[in-house]
């Protein structure tokens, strides 16, 4: 196996996440703002999408509003108000939204369709699916952020793997996370069976990619956060929700 070369992710550092960047940057309206915000609507665009959806919203109204609010952010009229160093984007947003939805919608469309047409956010992927009736909005916003950020670090993961030669570790990694295969000698024999290798081999892939996972994880997260040592409070967060 090749050396460790790291995770292969960007390494956000304090005042370089993209919510800092945005709060921060004179012209909001930038290449580089666009850019930014971007990456935070891939990420959470399904949250958002998934908590209007939750509060009475047809998919299509819950889209149109969707691509309303990640306008307004661009614009600061709304990310203005937040505070970095009090919670993060996540926490931010969801108390955030039920003021966005009680205000004049109508108006909101209106403010952000010239600009919602200049970025680089008005085709994400939408699943058509309806919102779990038996938890709240706000638990249903904090689910959907939660396979975001996990989805987006199996994906980082994968090329990550590839590219170092390490398929066999993504895979393995991939069948104990998504697939519920813990790691007892009895499911590591059938799978070193099953994938023609040596049990230890198996092992000693999945540890390094599991290192890896762990470090793209963190990398993730500490986007959304304004320092590290807001990292693990976010963690637990996510796996709260989808425990």
Request: overall charge negative; some cysteine; aromatic content about 10%.
């Amino acid at each position: 196996m090749k050396e460790d070369t790291g995770s292969g992710s960007q390494d956000w550092g304090i005042n370089a996440t993209p919510w800092t960047s945005i709060l921060g940057a004179d012209d909001p309206s930038s290449q580089e703002c666009v850019r930014q915000l971007s990456f935070l609507a891939e990420r959470y665009w399904k949250p958002v999408h998934f908590f209007i959806q939750r509060r009475g919203k047809s998919p299509g109204d819950a889209t149109g509003l969707t691509h309303s609010l990640f306008s307004i952010m661009l614009q600061k009229e709304f990310l203005d108000k937040s505070d970095p160093s009090r919670a993060s984007l996540r926490t931010y947003l969801r108390e955030a939204l039920p003021q966005y939805l009680s205000s004049d919608l109508q108006d909101a469309f209106s403010a952000a369709s010239t600009m919602a047409q200049q970025t680089l956010f008005l085709t994400p992927v939408v699943e058509e699916a309806v919102p779990d009736e038996a938890i709240t909005a706000e638990e249903e916003f904090d689910r959907q952020w939660a396979y975001a950020v996990v989805n987006q670090v199996l994906r980082e993961l994968k090329v990550l793997c590839e590219r170092e030669g390490e398929q066999l570790g993504f895979q393995v990694l991939s069948r104990r996370l998504v697939e519920g295969e813990l790691p007892s000698y009895g499911a590591t024999r059938t799978l070193s069976l099953e994938l023609g290798v040596e049990p230890e081999a198996l092992e000693k892939a999945y540890h390094k990619s599991l290192h890896w996972y762990r470090n793209l994880f963190r990398q993730e997260v500490r986007a959304y956060v304004s320092t590290d040592n807001k990292v693990e409070e976010e963690i637990r967060g996510l796996w709260k929700a989808v425990h």
